[in-house]
């Protein structure tokens, strides 16, 4: 399949284009742009007064929780899209069986919902 | 494939590489004369006719900025943060079919750049490395308020993909395709509105797929942190978010990496539910251009929505934004997924699907807008109790 992969070839030009275009950015700026560090000027910024601590401050385990969620319902869309490409071949009984499917995974949000990780508190 | 056909792909590339940088400059002015004037202000008016040279100016500028690196950055990770927020955002456009073909040295020469096969999935992939360009700059900095933006805007754009990707789960079991360019020929055509013979319509997937349209919409604005739901860099609480440390040409990479990011969305939108290049005039003369032109005119379309979104709401508020991602955009994109199901392996009979699809489409516009106001209102209550 000569298109197949010439078609990827294409992609992979855009890749090289683009990573041109940075490594053009990043040459011309380092020749242009001044360059004069000083301690004060390289700490980070916290609204004008000295930074407090490294700047890896703790954060709510809440996100942790979304991100588990992110993954249930990412690897579910995994497998909706190759269903949903041959679907009407297989006729009403996929739809069903993936009604099944999606009933499951819903009753877990809802599960999560009623516990109230979805909660922002 | 001889020498010719490989001067004839770079050339192509090339050619819609810095069109697309082109057209990213005049997008980033437009949106500013829009946003202008919506305040009754005049907006940029000096770079160029009417400021339209505003960005190339800015841009031009931040080369001359020195890129500062704070001694707390972790550094090989805080210089590949920007690469990878502006890079995949390129790769996705190369599957977008922005016109026919125009034959030229004996050759059709497509105006798409590759006709993946796969193309709704490498959209999806591609918008995806964008999240860990924010969370890696955020992290990196070694500061606090880009670390908080950046793990605010992961959680925000990994929660609206989701939803993101069961809008496009619909428009693939509609059409029946993955390949960009099939959907647009899927697209070709004209219906009739509810079956009815007086009132056509061209056949393009944001009438039956209406509310696929509109949950695009919101999680497109969503995952490319732009007004009202640009929480990562909301300046009222984090300073700038992930990217309060970065200057210079790191700068410019995140803010061009963001704009693109928008152009390709706002084109994927154009070419899964507004019929891509098609049209409903295309005079006789010069074939190529007439596709393109309105392929154009649509992408201004829904840039000009992004624009108007952004001009009239206020920031949304971080737990209404999550809860409406989960609680609302979610379960309906399931039920969204499973009603497009149903009507499309309905028996086709004459008249009839026309009916079911439109009486779903509007049932499902019905439920999706009565929900919306809960982006606005959600966990009023508790607030006045506390």
Redesign the interface.
């Known amino acids: 399949m000569?298109?197949?992969f010439?078609?990827?070839?294409?992609?992979l030009?855009?890749?090289v284009?683009?990573?041109a275009?940075?490594a053009v950015?990043?040459t011309?700026?380092r020749l242009?742009?001044?360059?004069?560090?000083l301690?004060s000027?390289?700490?980070?910024?916290?609204?004008g007064i000295d930074?407090v601590?490294?700047?890896?401050?703790q954060?709510q385990v809440?996100?942790y929780i979304?991100?588990f969620?992110?993954v249930i319902?990412?690897v579910e869309?995994v497998f909706?899209?190759p269903w949903?490409?041959v679907?009407?071949k297989l006729?009403?009984a996929?739809?069903w069986e993936?009604?099944i499917f999606?009933g499951i995974?819903?009753a877990g949000?809802l599960y999560a919902?009623k516990k109230d990780v979805?909660?922002?508190? | 494939?001889d020498l010719l056909d490989w001067v004839l792909?770079?050339a192509?590339?090339?050619i819609v590489?810095f069109a697309l940088l082109i057209v990213v400059m005049v997008l980033i002015w437009f949106e500013r004369k829009v946003v202008a004037d919506m305040q009754t202000r005049v907006g940029p008016m000096r770079a160029g006719p009417r400021g339209v040279l505003i960005t190339l100016a800015d841009g031009v500028k931040l080369?001359?900025?020195?890129?500062?690196?704070?001694?707390?950055a972790d550094r090989p990770v805080y210089a590949i943060a920007p690469?990878l927020a502006?890079?995949p955002a390129?790769?996705a456009?190369?599957v977008i079919p922005f016109g026919t073909h125009v034959h030229v040295f004996g050759r059709d020469v497509p105006f798409q750049?590759?006709?993946?096969?796969i193309g709704?999935?490498w959209v999806l992939a591609m918008a995806s490395p964008n999240v860990y360009g924010i969370v890696l700059a955020g992290?990196s900095?070694?500061?606090?308020?880009p670390?908080?933006g950046s793990?605010?805007s992961?959680?925000q754009m990994?929660?609206y993909?989701?939803g993101m990707?069961?809008s496009l789960?619909a428009v693939?079991?509609y059409s029946?395709h993955?390949s960009m360019t099939a959907i647009v020929d899927q697209q070709a055509g004209v219906f009739h509105l509810l079956g009815l013979g007086w009132l056509p319509f061209p056949r393009w997937n944001f009438v039956p797929q209406f509310p696929a349209f509109v949950v695009y919409l919101i999680c497109s604005l969503a995952e490319t942190n732009r007004p009202p739901f640009d929480l990562a860099e909301a300046e009222t609480e984090l300073?700038a978010g992930f990217h309060?440390?970065y200057s210079?040409?790191k700068f410019?990479?995140f803010y061009l990496g963001e704009y693109v990011n928008t152009v390709t969305v706002a084109a994927i939108a154009v070419t899964l539910f507004l019929g891509g290049w098609r049209g409903p005039a295309y005079p006789a003369v010069i074939h190529w251009f007439w596709p393109l032109l309105w392929f154009l005119l649509k992408l201004v379309l829904v840039m000009y929505v992004y624009v108007l979104i952004r001009a009239t709401l206020p920031r949304m508020r971080?737990?209404r934004l999550?809860?409406f991602g989960?609680?609302v955009l979610?379960?309906f994109g399931?039920v969204w997924?499973?009603a497009t199901?149903?009507v499309?392996?309905l028996p086709e009979v004459y008249g009839r699907r026309a009916v079911l699809v439109g009486a779903a489409a509007i049932l499902g516009t019905v439920l999706l807008v009565s929900s919306l106001p809960a982006l606005f209102t959600a966990g009023k209550k508790e607030q006045v109790r506390s």
């Open positions: 000569p298109d197949y010439q078609s990827y070839a294409v992609v030009a855009v890749a284009a683009g990573a275009l940075v950015a990043f011309a700026g242009i742009a001044p360059k004069r560090p301690p000027k390289l700490t980070t910024y916290e609204c930074p601590g490294k700047g890896w401050a954060s809440r996100y979304y991100g969620l992110f319902f990412d869309s909706l899209f949903a490409r679907f009407v006729g009403w996929a739809v993936m009604g999606i995974l819903a949000l919902w979805l909660k922002w508190a | 494939m792909l770079v192509r590339v090339v590489f080369f001359f900025k020195e890129g500062i690196t704070p001694t707390n690469i502006m890079f390129f790769l456009f190369a750049l590759a006709d993946i096969n709704i999935l992290w900095s070694g500061s606090n308020y670390l908080l793990v605010r992961s959680a990994i929660s993909e989701v990707g069961l789960v693939l079991m029946g993955l300073v309060t440390e210079g040409i410019a990479m971080y737990d999550m809860s989960w609680k979610i379960p399931l997924v499973l199901g149903a499309v392996v």
